[in-house]
């Protein structure tokens, strides 16, 4: 359902995020803005973008004059908005899962069978990296606050590289959970990762 745009209340609320008509404003655009993304961009968090969307909307809201004659209905611009959100939260999870990939594929020739049977490799900004990346993941992986269900989801997802389908018919949760929670627990990879980086 499309909400109606009362002038009133966008006034209002233009330039007071503390104004207590925010919460009627939020829990009027939500469902629409949930609905956008649920068929759009299934894949991503729709709490986090909501919550992106709308503090980006409370900065915008002083400059913006409703005119739909002039500049079109609100929900339009409330919904560029939000489209902007989910394609740089998008571009932001492709990054994550590249640079996860690139750990994946190098601790392979360390897995028994595989590499170079033991030989040292000279030190270098790669290995330096990769060491990051390894002491990230056992961090990561002894986390007591993080469910284990979580923790096979990042392991099967991103580190065996089995589909996302497939991880979730195993573990009888539906493809949307899979990948809100590999997103969720690639975004404290890369913390844990920086954090390392700013301490090595």
């Known amino acids: 359902m499309i909400p109606s745009t009362s002038t009133t209340l ?118 330096w990296q990769n060491a990051v990346f390894e002491i990230a993941l056992q961090q990561l992986l002894a986390d007591p606050s993080i469910h284990d269900r979580t923790k096979q989801i990042f392991i099967r997802t991103v580190i065996r590289e089995e589909k996302p389908e497939a991880v979730a018919a195993a573990l009888g949760v539906s493809r949307n959970v899979v990948d809100q929670q590999k997103r969720r627990t690639l975004a404290k990879f890369k913390a844990l990762v920086a954090a390392l980086k700013g301490v090595v």
């Open 10 to 127: 966008l006034r209002q609320i233009s330039g007071d995020v503390r104004h207590a008509r925010w919460a009627e404003f939020i829990a009027r655009y939500s469902p629409m803005c949930r609905q956008y993304l649920r068929r759009h961009f299934p894949s991503l968090d729709a709490d986090d973008i909501l919550q992106e969307t709308f503090a980006a909307l409370a900065k915008a809201l002083p400059n913006y004059h409703y005119d739909p004659q002039e500049k079109g209905h609100f929900r339009n611009y409330l919904v560029g908005i939000l489209r902007n959100k989910a394609l740089m939260a998008l571009r932001k999870q492709k990054h994550d899962e590249e640079m996860l990939a690139e750990y994946a594929d190098s601790m392979e020739s360390r897995l028994p069978g595989g590499g170079t049977g033991g030989t040292r490799s000279r030190a270098s900004a790669a290995d």
